[in-house]
């Protein structure tokens, strides 16, 4: 009887250490990490529709997406579009929702277009993420901040991280 006693006791044990070790891993992986991080810049003129169809968004204010504090005039030939794509591994057991991307803006950007999708990252998955800005000028400088803010297990969750070069 006493052998049974110990080893239930040695059991219980061991239990309760791979359980507080499981908690502790899934606290320490909830908030997902940045793996590789990249920077496209197209001009305007190369993207002339994608171009238009937002200047015409912003005549008739159905632009969903965010327009920062820019007074200047808005032409195809002056302008790039930056696209920031960042690939972020969920390491936890849970998957991490409504994941969204923005970049903070320089002097010279007007606009980061809307991203319509709801993204959602698997547990112990990879994917990617985009924002993408319109410049007034060249893309001489690349480099921002982006946050990343998403959900785990409703519990918001949020990272910065610089971005471009």
């Known amino acids: 009887m006493r052998a049974i006693m110990k080893g239930l006791a040695i059991a219980a044990l061991a239990a309760t250490v791979i359980g ?12 997902p990490v940045v793996v ?4 496209n810049a197209t001009p ?35 302008c790039t579009f930056l696209t920031y794509t960042l ?9 991490a929702e409504w994941i969204t991307l923005t970049v903070e803006p320089k002097e010279g950007d ?19 993420l985009s924002a993408t800005l319109l410049r007034a000028g060249d893309a001489s400088d690349t480099l921002r901040e982006a946050e990343i803010v998403c959900y785990v297990l409703g519990r918001r969750v949020a990272l910065t991280v610089p971005v471009g070069g």
């Open 20 to 31: 507080a070790a499981a908690v502790l891993y899934a606290v320490k992986t909830m908030t």
């Open 36 to 39: 590789s991080a990249a920077v």
């Open 44 to 78: 305007a003129t190369d993207a002339q529709d994608v171009f238009d169809e937002t200047l015409a968004q912003l005549e008739r204010r159905t632009f969903t997406g965010r327009a920062f504090d820019f007074d200047g005039e808005l032409r195809a030939q002056d």
């Open 87 to 95: 690939r972020l591994q969920n390491r936890g057991f849970f998957p």
């Open 110 to 128: 007007a606009l980061q277009l809307a991203d319509p999708d709801a993204h959602v990252l698997p547990a112990r998955g990879m994917g990617d």
